[in-house]
């Protein structure tokens, strides 16, 4: 696995926040034509409490959002097959046969596109934050090895079986409802929720 890495930051003050990212890998475990797969990202964060005059409820605010995309390879020598090491068969004769995972020569890397937007904003002076996060992510061309008929030939072959869906978020509300100068007491509640649905999958299968 051969990957060139580039980024690029940018930042106005302490208010706007900008990186932008590319990537692009070349691995010997998928077919030759397709073995080389491009993916980028880019996010942003605007601490939109800089702009406006200071006060004591809202202590801090901030907005962010992102894009991004992750190829991924197949493993190795899933695009090879197999043959049993060879056997006497029926005293004189000497037999071979396919292996059990079949080698699948067409393969396509998988690559995962997702956003995210948030944002997080504290209360009178930090004793009160919250974090919040929608996020959505598509995986297309998956990388499965699914079971197969064995009237196909094989049991196991490693194929792009489809897509999935990922959608959720992500709630974080901290307090300090006790601070002084010997003692303080700290409260965060987390909830988290996520919902996974399969997209397009290899027909009959």
């Known amino acids: 696995l051969i990957g060139a890495f580039g980024e690029f930051r940018a930042s106005y003050k302490n208010i706007a926040y900008l990186a932008v990212t590319g990537r692009n ?97 504290k209360f009178l002076k930090g004793r009160l934050g919250v974090d919040f996060t929608y996020y959505n992510s598509i995986t297309k ?10 009237s196909t030939g094989y049991i196991f072959l490693t194929l792009n079986s489809g897509s999935v869906q990922n959608k959720g978020m992500e709630l974080s509300i901290n307090a300090i409802p006790v601070e002084t100068n010997d003692f303080t007491w700290d409260v965060t509640l987390n909830l988290y929720g996520n919902r996974g649905t399969l997209g397009d999958f290899l027909p009959g299968v």
Not at 72 to 94: C, E, H, M, R
Not at 141 to 150: D, G, I, K, V, Y
């Open 25 to 121: 890998d070349w691995s010997s475990t998928l077919p030759q034509e397709n073995r080389s797969y491009f993916y980028p990202s880019v996010s942003g964060s605007l601490v939109f409490t800089e702009l406006i005059p200071k006060n004591d409820i809202l202590s801090f605010g901030k907005l962010r959002a992102s894009w991004a995309q992750v190829g991924k390879d197949a493993d190795a020598y899933a695009t090879n097959t197999y043959l049993w090491a060879p056997q006497i068969v029926s005293g004189d004769f000497v037999g071979t046969g396919n292996s059990w995972t079949g080698g699948s020569p067409k393969l396509v890397p998988e690559i995962q596109s997702s956003f995210e937007i948030g944002t997080e904003l």
């Open 141 to 150: 061309n998956q990388l499965a090895s699914p079971r197969l008929a064995q």
